[in-house]
T-cell receptor
């Protein structure tokens, strides 16, 4: 099983809402990632978790709050988002964080629209 | 710092023709280079990666890429395009040391004409 699942597939939320994105993998991977992809743009790294600890935060605004409850699950909590935060949010995982050795497996993404 | 430049945001080829997608990299350390494909409304799938072993790398779906240090290039090729190859292709780079960040190019949309 080389699958990363993400829920929901689509999410529409208002600027005052609180919502969460969920990512799950059962490949035994110990590194998990959140990327943001705007339309017709490449993915941009937001966060990296390594062994359930946050190892990289690419200066992401605090209205995005990641959480890694266990090695299989990664959440992204959203609060007070802006319309410009509308994008495809991709989750990925890899066996470890040594990029040269271990490929990142991507989920299908959650398409977020902030109204 | 690492970065990649993909020349041509949109490439069109006829079915059965050669596919050539260009990628040039900039890296202060020996790079690791990747090609990913993204089909509509899907995540990214790794096609192939260069990690300083063989300079000619073979990937999935008949794609391959050659690392040329003298030209700082890592172009993606496929001898014969299929309709199913139509997708967005991203080149990405990461340094061998330090963080495991992937830095993606701006992408090339491949259209295959029947």
């Amino acid at each position: 099983d080389t699958e990363v699942t993400q829920t929901p597939k689509h999410l529409v939320m208002g600027m005052t809402n609180k919502k969460s994105l969920k990512c799950e993998q059962h490949m035994g991977h110990r590194a998990m990632y959140w990327y943001k992809q705007k339309a017709k743009k490449p993915p941009e790294l937001m966060f990296v978790y390594s062994y359930e600890k946050l190892s990289i935060n690419e200066s992401v605004p605090s209205r995005f709050s990641p959480e890694c409850p266990n090695s299989s699950l990664l959440n992204l909590h959203l609060h007070a988002l802006q319309p410009e935060d509308s994008a495809l949010y991709l989750c990925a995982s890899s066996q470890d964080t040594v990029v040269s050795r271990y490929e990142q497996y991507f989920g299908p993404g959650t398409r977020l629209t902030v109204t | 710092a690492q970065s990649v430049t993909q020349l041509g945001s949109h490439v069109s080829v006829s079915e059965g023709a050669l596919v050539l997608l260009r990628c040039n990299y900039s890296s202060s350390v020996p790079p690791y280079l990747f090609w990913y494909v993204q089909y509509p409304n899907q995540g990214l799938q790794l096609l192939l990666k260069y990690t300083s072993a063989a300079t000619l790398v073979k990937g999935i779906n008949g794609f391959e890429a050659e690392f040329k240090k003298s030209e700082t290039s890592f172009h993606l090729t496929k001898p014969s395009a299929h309709m199913s190859d139509a997708a967005e292709y991203f080149c990405a780079v990461s340094g061998q040391t330090g963080a495991n960040n992937l830095f993606f190019g701006t992408g090339t949309r491949l259209t295959v004409i029947p």
